[in-house]
C-alpha cells in the first residue's frame, strides 16, 4: 500500500506492472487510490520451446482470473517483453482474454496484434496514429545507450556516467539534474504524440539479481527517499484544493552548496515562483520556455543565481495571484544529529510490519 501511495504522491495515475504477477495487495491498493494498472504474464527476452508456450498460457489464464474483478485494471500485458513471438501464440493470448474477461483489453510491443500497442520510446521510428499507444518505458534505456537525441551532444562538459538517468541520490545536485532533465525532455516528447499514457522506468532504485549492483533509474531511491525526479512529476499535476494528491507544490531542486550549485531549479504546479536568497528576492518569474518544456502541464522554474557562499534559500509559489506554498533549503552544516521520521503513507504501524525510514 505504500509504495502504491508514493507513487500517487508522485503524480501519477498508471503504472505499467512489471513482468511477474503482482501481489493482490499492491492492486488493492491501486483500487483503492486510482492508479490503473498495466497488468502483466511472466516473461522477458526468452520464448522457448511447448513447455514454455504452455506455462505461458496457463500463467494468461491464472493472472485473469486472479485480477478481472480489480477495477484498476487497464489492460492485459499477455507478450513477452520485448521478445519475438510466432504468430498463433499471440493470437491465443487474445482468445484467452476472450474465454477469460471478455470486453476488456490486451497489450503488447508487437504492433496491431494486440488492442493497446506499448512501445519504448527508444524503439521509436514513427508515430503510427492507426492504434491505441502507450509509451511503455522512457528516460532511462535512451540515455544510457546515449541515443536520446536533443541536444545530447552540446553535453560535452559531462562524462557519459553523467549523461544518464541511472543516478544514485548520493550522485550529488548535477547529476540528479541531469536525471531529471532526461526525464523532462523525454516526458515532454511523448506528449507530442497520441499516446493516452507513459511509464517512466522507474519508480523506485532495485536490486536486479542478474547483476551485482544496484539499478540506478529511479526517482526515489531504494529506501524510497525522493531525488529531484519525483518532484518534477509531482509538479505535473493540476493543483485541485480538494484532492490529496493534488494540492500546490513548490520544491527547491538544490543543496545549495558552493561550488556545486550554479542555478536553482524549482519544479511547482503554480503559475508563478518568488526566489529569496538570505531574505533578499531574487525574482519572481513565470514557467521556463525551451525546446524541453513545450508540451508539458507545468515547466520548472530556473533562477540565475549561484550558490558562492553558505546561505538559505526560500521559495514562494503563486496560484492565482496568491502565495499558497514554499519550500527552504540551506547549505549543509556539521551534522549534530540524526533524527530518524517514519513515512507511514498513512497506514499505522503493525506487527511484523517493515518500515522504511
Given at each position: 500500500?505504500r509504495?502504491?501511495?508514493?507513487?500517487?504522491?508522485?503524480?501519477?495515475?498508471?503504472?505499467?506492472?512489471?513482468?511477474?504477477?503482482?501481489?493482490?495487495?499492491?492492486?488493492k491498493a491501486?483500487?483503492?487510490?486510482?492508479l490503473?494498472?498495466?497488468?502483466?504474464?511472466?516473461?522477458?527476452?526468452?520464448?522457448?520451446?511447448?513447455?514454455?508456450?504452455?506455462?505461458?498460457?496457463?500463467?494468461?489464464?491464472?493472472?485473469?482470473?486472479?485480477?478481472?474483478?480489480h477495477?484498476?485494471?487497464?489492460?492485459?500485458?499477455?507478450?513477452?517483453?520485448?521478445?519475438?513471438m510466432?504468430?498463433?501464440?499471440?493470437?491465443?493470448?487474445?482468445?484467452i482474454?476472450?474465454?477469460?474477461?471478455?470486453?476488456?483489453?490486451?497489450?503488447?510491443?508487437i504492433?496491431?496484434?494486440?488492442?493497446i500497442?506499448?512501445?519504448?520510446?527508444?524503439?521509436?521510428?514513427?508515430?503510427?496514429?492507426?492504434?491505441?499507444?502507450i509509451v511503455?518505458?522512457?528516460?532511462d534505456r535512451?540515455?544510457?545507450?546515449?541515443?536520446?537525441?536533443?541536444n545530447?551532444?552540446?553535453?560535452?562538459n559531462?562524462?557519459e556516467?553523467?549523461?544518464n538517468?541511472?543516478q544514485?541520490?548520493?550522485s550529488g545536485?548535477?547529476?540528479?539534474?541531469?536525471?531529471a532533465?532526461?526525464?523532462?525532455?523525454?516526458?515532454?516528447?511523448?506528449?507530442?504524440?497520441h499516446?493516452?499514457?507513459?511509464?517512466?522506468?522507474?519508480m523506485?532504485?532495485?536490486n536486479?539479481?542478474?547483476a551485482?549492483?544496484?539499478?540506478?533509474?529511479?526517482?526515489?531511491?531504494?529506501?524510497?527517499?525522493?531525488?529531484?525526479?519525483?518532484?518534477?512529476?509531482?509538479?505535473?499535476r493540476?493543483?485541485?484544493?480538494?484532492n490529496?494528491?493534488?494540492q500546490?507544490?513548490?520544491?527547491?531542486a538544490?543543496?545549495?552548496?558552493p561550488?556545486?550549485?550554479?542555478?536553482?531549479?524549482?519544479?511547482?504546479?503554480?503559475?508563478?515562483?518568488?526566489?529569496?536568497?538570505?531574505?533578499?528576492?531574487?525574482g519572481?518569474?513565470?514557467?521556463d520556455?525551451?525546446?524541453s518544456?513545450?508540451?508539458?502541464?507545468?515547466?520548472p522554474?530556473?533562477?540565475?543565481?549561484?550558490?558562492?557562499?553558505?546561505?538559505?534559500?526560500?521559495?514562494?509559489g503563486y496560484?492565482k495571484?496568491k502565495?499558497?506554498?514554499?519550500?527552504s533549503?540551506?547549505?549543509?552544516?556539521?551534522?549534530?544529529?540524526?533524527?530518524?521520521l517514519?513515512?507511514?503513507?498513512?497506514?499505522a504501524?503493525k506487527?511484523?510490519?517493515?518500515?522504511?525510514?
Open positions: 500500500y509504495d502504491a501511495y508514493l507513487i500517487k504522491k508522485a503524480g501519477f495515475d498508471y503504472v505499467r506492472a512489471s513482468h511477474y504477477p503482482h501481489s493482490p495487495a499492491f492492486l491501486c483500487d483503492k487510490l486510482g490503473f494498472v498495466l497488468d502483466a504474464i511472466l516473461g522477458w527476452q526468452y520464448f522457448g520451446d511447448s513447455l514454455f508456450v504452455e506455462h505461458a498460457k496457463t500463467s494468461a489464464r491464472e493472472l485473469i482470473r486472479r485480477d478481472r474483478n477495477p484498476c485494471i487497464l489492460a492485459w500485458e499477455l507478450s513477452i517483453n520485448e521478445t519475438p510466432p504468430e498463433d501464440f499471440m493470437q491465443e493470448m487474445n482468445a482474454r476472450t474465454e477469460e474477461a471478455p470486453g476488456t483489453n490486451t497489450a503488447g510491443w504492433k496491431d496484434k494486440y488492442d500497442y506499448i512501445e519504448a520510446r527508444q524503439h521509436r521510428k514513427e508515430v503510427d496514429f492507426s492504434v491505441p499507444l511503455s518505458e522512457y528516460g535512451e540515455y544510457y545507450a546515449q541515443n536520446a537525441g536533443f545530447q551532444n552540446e553535453w560535452s559531462l562524462l556516467e553523467e549523461r538517468s541511472r544514485s541520490r548520493e545536485e548535477k547529476r540528479m539534474l541531469q536525471q532533465l532526461n526525464i523532462q525532455e523525454a516526458h515532454n516528447d511523448n506528449r507530442s504524440t499516446a493516452f499514457a507513459d511509464g517512466y522506468w522507474s523506485f532504485d532495485y536486479r539479481g542478474y551485482d549492483d544496484i539499478e540506478y533509474s529511479g526517482i526515489m531511491d531504494i529506501c524510497r527517499l525522493p531525488k529531484f525526479s519525483y518532484f518534477f512529476f509531482q509538479s505535473q493540476d493543483i485541485d484544493v480538494n490529496e494528491f493534488a500546490p507544490m513548490v520544491k527547491i538544490s543543496y545549495w552548496k561550488g556545486e550549485s550554479k542555478y536553482a531549479r524549482i519544479y511547482s504546479n503554480c503559475d508563478e515562483v518568488e526566489l529569496y536568497l538570505n531574505n533578499f528576492l531574487v519572481r518569474k513565470m514557467p520556455v525551451d525546446y518544456t513545450s508540451n508539458l502541464n507545468h515547466p522554474f530556473t533562477f540565475d543565481v549561484e550558490c558562492t557562499s553558505p546561505g538559505k534559500l526560500k521559495a514562494f496560484y495571484g502565495r499558497v506554498c514554499s519550500d533549503i540551506r547549505t549543509p552544516e556539521k551534522a549534530r544529529k540524526i533524527k530518524l517514519a513515512n507511514t503513507c498513512g497506514i504501524l506487527n511484523n510490519d517493515l518500515m522504511l525510514i
